[in-house]
């Protein structure tokens, strides 16, 4: 109940660790693991850092047994890596909570987790049914205007020349740009291409570097601001207003991080 606990309590009471197991809210899961990681961390309790780094192994032992988003999972660790790296160096026990052996050993442990993720290779999973290679060119392109992530789109590309061909499509990466960013973003300094075309892909790159993407998760927490009460929103929560849905309101990662900002 958003009020009555501070972002550690809320943290370990939301019951992250299984929320990672539902593959609608494991990125939501990772990307405030991300955010907490460069500005929050040192705000947990102790029993919810031990709680924060037990989640993030269980959900790096997860990518490496499904190779599932390794990329996501690439980027928290780095973030973490480098707070760490300066919390150590320059605060040290002043800002951690516990045994700065225990710090040492978690950053250690990151930088293995690092490197298996680096190392790690895709399995394909082959059988006697049609492929992604063998489907149709419109049908290939289908699928990749239903990306909203530029990694998978770049991902997909390098598997054959043809799907290579189309993860190139400007008009493909002219709606990324559109779905991200809006037009005062991008209309604001357009990048030409030497045939004088707009370069829409190197557009939506540059774009990134200074404005936020927009963000889709396949279930996120609700405030319902009648009980002051966070949730998800497949669970749903026995709310005692008369019209309950007019009271929900989608928590992104960085706004559950602001709500305990007081």
């Not at 949730?231 to 709500?259: E, M, R, Y």
Request: hydrophobic share 35%; glycine share 4%.
């Amino acid at each position: 109940r958003h009020g009555y606990c501070t972002l550690g309590e809320a943290f370990n009471r939301l019951d992250f660790s299984s929320a990672i197991q539902d593959i609608r809210r494991f990125n939501y899961v990772a990307k405030l693991l991300q955010l907490i990681a460069k500005s929050q961390l040192t705000s947990l309790s102790g029993a919810a850092q031990k709680n924060y780094f037990n989640i993030l192994e269980t959900i790096v032992r997860k990518v490496l047994e499904d190779q599932y988003n390794p990329q996501l999972i690439r980027d928290l660790l780095h973030d973490l890596s480098s707070t760490l790296c300066i919390l150590i160096r320059e605060g040290g026990r002043c800002v951690l909570i516990g045994n700065m052996n225990i710090w040492i050993s978690r950053l250690e442990t990151i930088l293995l987790w690092q490197e298996q993720l680096m190392n790690l290779q895709i399995i394909p999973h082959l059988g006697n049914g049609p492929t992604l290679c063998d489907l149709p060119q419109q049908m290939k392109s289908n699928i990749l205007f239903r990306f909203s992530d530029a990694w998978d789109i770049n991902n997909l590309g390098q598997m054959t020349p043809s799907w290579q061909v189309l993860s190139e499509d400007h008009y493909l990466w002219k709606e990324l740009c559109k779905y991200h960013f809006s037009e005062k973003m991008y209309c604001k300094d357009l990048i030409f291409t030497e045939y004088g075309h707009i370069d829409w892909k190197l557009m939506f790159f540059t774009l990134e570097k200074y404005y936020p993407k927009r963000e889709q998760y396949g279930d996120t927490l609700h405030f319902c601001r009648h009980c002051s009460i966070l949730f998800w929103k497949d669970s749903g929560h026995p709310c005692t207003a008369n019209d309950p849905q007019s009271c929900l309101t989608p928590v992104s990662p960085q706004h559950f991080i602001d709500l305990f900002r007081f």
